[in-house]
């Protein structure tokens, strides 16, 4: 069982900065996979960035050089710096945690409650 809540959203203007944080509580020795998707009006949820637990990083085409996913050294606390924001940036921004099950062979997704980002003059 793992809970997620998302903070650190708001409203920017282009060209702006922003920084998500996501704290993660419950069974987190368990999680393999910390991360943030996003969903914008009329757009699926797409893939902002994760971060493997050993460490490996990947972030949505969208995103490369502008943001930067990082985590605390306990692991619990997953955080997402946004630079150099684009009006097409503006979403909902979700934190996302997966969770193992090696016996079934499948990972579980939870998900926090979401942020608005929004990037607008």
């Known amino acids: 069982q793992v809970q997620l809540v998302e903070s650190g959203g708001g409203l920017v203007q282009p060209g702006g900065s922003l920084r998500l944080s996501c704290a993660a509580s419950?069974?987190?020795?368990?999680?393999?996979?910390l991360g943030w998707y996003r969903q914008g009006p009329g757009n699926q949820r797409e893939l902002v960035a994760t971060?493997?637990?050993?460490?490996?990083?990947n972030y949505g085409d969208s995103v490369k050089g502008r943001f930067t996913i990082s985590r605390d050294n306990a692991k619990t606390t997953v955080y997402l710096q946004m630079n150099s924001l684009k009006p097409e940036d503006t979403a909902v921004y979700y934190c996302?945690?997966?969770?193992?099950?090696?016996?079934?062979?499948?990972?579980?997704?939870?998900w926090g409650q979401g942020t608005q980002v929004t990037v607008s003059s």
């Open positions: 996302n945690a997966k969770f193992p099950n090696y016996v079934l062979g499948y990972e579980y997704n939870y």
């Open positions: 419950g069974t987190i020795s368990r999680i393999s996979e």
């Open positions: 971060i493997r637990g050993g460490g490996s990083i």
